[in-house]
């Protein structure tokens, strides 16, 4: 089978791992840990990193950190992994959803203002499969209304809008490391933030809420959300490779869009995006299948899975899973989610295979 993804590791990753196993640091304190939140920190350009057990604890924390509590509403775009919106149900706040950008499939800034509240205090921007979103707009918004701004940047690892990079526009912005992400720690994920005030509050929410000056006193209900050394130390080298990873990326999305320009330009598939102000880092290179394909998405995914292409649908709208059921209408969200594939996209992927996925797919 060809993966959609798999993590790319090598001999610094085992150096690193190594290293904290013989050192005896594996637990939640060791030299690889500070290194990896202050590096990562500054690679999306901002100066504190709170490293974490997963990317779904990031949200959490986030949204801990900023006092989103019963009553509140956040907005999250309908169109998401499910983590963004169970985040704000775990504060016992409501997610409030808005539909997709019909061209870059982001959550669409001009809808957004239609859906804020007295009760609103936060947006969640998540930038979906690598792809920016308008963050011009949203932080505008955003300053309009005072609310909190924060990115779910799991998917997006160096994407840039207008040559900045994500993880840098929030009040706190969030990434995660889990297997399948752009850079792994196996699970693990980050809180990135420019202020020194919330980076020291989640860090005392990610231990249990212990006041740092008086141990085991807790001044509030905390978690247990700390990452490791030996993730951490597989960070450290991740992070390292991470540009040639995302140019690793992009060089995949080209020949992709090379492939199946023909079958764009007849109107039977359309590629994935990236808007002029956006650089994406096509964590997952992304097609939808079109109605004129012939074959709908799902046969076409069966068909490249006997022929050994691994595929995923793209996620379903938060509207039609049970726990966020409702009949309001997210036109856009529905045709993309159904319309969507993700194909093969790891960074161990050679172009044969890409020549022989691409064959099988313009064999309709
Ligand atoms: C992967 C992902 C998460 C959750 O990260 P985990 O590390 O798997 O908990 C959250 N949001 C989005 C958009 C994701 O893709």
Not at 103 to 120: G, L, M, N
Not at 279 to 292: A, G, P, R
Not at 319 to 335: G, R
Request: overall charge negative.
């Amino acid at each position: 089978m060809i993966p959609v993804a798999e993590p790319s590791l090598g001999e610094e990753e085992l150096a690193n791992v190594t290293e904290a196993v013989k050192s005896g640091w594996i637990s939640s304190k060791g030299r690889f840990i500070e290194e990896f939140e202050n590096e990562f920190a500054k690679y999306c350009g901002v100066k504190y990193g709170v490293a974490t057990s997963n990317g779904t604890v990031t949200l959490h924390l986030a949204l801990k950190a900023l006092g989103i509590e019963a009553g509140d509403e956040v907005i999250v775009p309908d169109l998401t992994f499910v983590a963004t919106a169970n985040v704000v149900t775990y504060c016992n706040a409501r997610p409030v959803f808005v539909d997709s950008h019909p061209q870059y499939w982001c959550v669409d800034p001009e809808k957004i203002e239609e859906k804020i509240t007295p009760k609103t205090k936060a947006i969640m921007p998540v930038h979906l499969y690598g792809h920016p979103c308008d963050m011009g707009m949203i932080l505008e918004i955003a300053e309009d209304y005072d609310l909190y701004v924060v990115e779910d940047a799991a998917e997006s690892h160096g994407a840039e809008y207008k040559g900045k990079r994500v993880g840098s526009f929030g009040e706190i912005n969030c990434f995660s490391f889990y297997g399948n992400k752009i850079i792994s720690t196996g699970e693990g994920g980050m809180c990135v933030t420019k202020d020194e005030e919330l980076a020291g509050k989640m860090r005392i929410l990610r231990d249990h809420g212990m006041n740092p000056n008086k141990r085991y006193w807790y001044d509030v209900v905390g978690y247990n959300y700390r990452m490791t050394n030996l993730q951490a130390a597989i960070g450290v080298a991740q992070l390292r490779k991470l540009d040639r990873f995302v140019e690793k990326k992009r060089e995949i999305a080209r020949l992709y869009e090379e492939g199946l320009s023909e079958l764009a330009e007849r109107g039977l598939i359309k590629l994935q995006p990236e808007m002029a102000w956006a650089k994406c880092v096509y964590w997952m290179y992304c097609i939808l299948i079109e109605d004129k394909f012939g074959r709908s998405r799902n046969e076409l995914m069966k068909k490249l899975e006997e022929n050994g292409i691994e595929t995923r649908p793209f996620f379903y709208p938060m509207h039609l899973i049970p726990p966020y059921e409702s009949n309001k209408a997210f036109p856009a969200a529905e045709q993309i989610s159904r319309e969507g594939i993700n194909l093969p996209s790891a960074v161990g992927l050679k172009e044969e295979e890409i020549k022989f996925i691409l064959e099988k797919v313009k064999s309709g």
